[in-house]
């Protein structure tokens, strides 16, 4: 079983689309996360959500919208695609963060990315 | 500002070499947490290890081991006798703050152990 599962693993489309990339993790975690690799693996974080509730949002066009149905599921849609879109998004989850809560909660887990190209 | 700086981008060494990959960071916080992440050639990142700002004791883990100084800023990773298989992107990161979500990742280092 794998512990976080992204998909689709390649997504390959137009510029000026709108296209959703699902991400799902089985661990029981309280937090889940989209991160952006660009294509000189700079890897940035985009959106956190905690327990359903956006917790990080950062310096992202609004193009970009996240949605959590459930502590489980973190799904990114992304409108009017741009080349400048083209990357490796990431999802992942981790339990908790803080000095309290012990090095094994707070380790992230990574889905297998999602390579997204716009042409 | 908060910054994680991998200044080697890319080190390539031969099968059973030592290897330091250096991590140097940027907070003015007292409370922050670092990290070093594996992604290998499939893509998915992987924890390595955790370490919080007040325990700045040395961690071996096999053939890994990391030296954290607070005076230089400085958290670097060493392989020891290095492998085929360690051959990947490592990323140093860093968390600031005891409730903070937000991880900040250096820009990576590559490595590639030729056999």
């Known amino acids: 079983d794998t512990a976080v599962s992204q998909t689709p693993k390649y997504l390959v489309t137009q510029m000026g689309n709108d296209k959703s990339i699902k991400c799902e993790q089985n661990l029981g975690h309280d937090t889940m996360y989209w991160y952006k690799q660009d294509s000189k693996k700079f890897l940035k974080i985009m959106f956190s959500y905690n327990n359903k509730e956006l917790i990080i949002n950062e310096t992202v066009p609004n193009r970009f919208s996240p949605k959590s149905p459930d502590k489980a599921h973190l799904n990114l849609h992304i409108n009017s695609l741009e080349l400048g879109d083209s990357a490796v998004y990431f999802c992942?989850?981790?339990?908790?963060?803080?000095?309290?809560?012990?090095?094994?909660?707070?380790?992230?887990?990574f889905g297998s990315g999602t390579q997204l190209s716009v042409l | 500002a908060q910054k994680v700086t991998q200044a080697q981008t890319e080190i390539s060494v031969v099968e059973k070499e030592d290897v330091t990959l250096d991590c140097v960071y940027e907070?003015?916080?007292?409370?922050?947490?670092l990290f070093w992440y594996k992604q290998p050639p499939s893509g998915e990142l992987v924890f390595l290890i955790r370490?919080?700002?007040?325990?700045?004791q040395n961690e071996i883990s096999g053939r890994y081991s990391w030296n954290f100084q607070k005076s230089t800023s400085s958290f670097n990773f060493t392989i020891t006798a290095s492998q085929v298989v360690d051959s990947a992107v490592y990323f140093c990161?860093?968390?600031?703050?005891?409730?903070?979500?937000?991880?900040?990742f250096g820009s990576g280092t590559r490595l590639l152990v030729r056999p």
């Open positions: 370490r919080n700002s007040f325990d700045e």
């Open positions: 992942a989850s981790s339990q908790s963060v803080g000095v309290t809560s012990g090095v094994n909660n707070e380790k992230l887990f």
């Open positions: 990161a860093l968390r600031v703050g005891d409730s903070s979500y937000k991880l900040i």
């Open positions: 907070t003015r916080d007292t409370t922050y947490y």
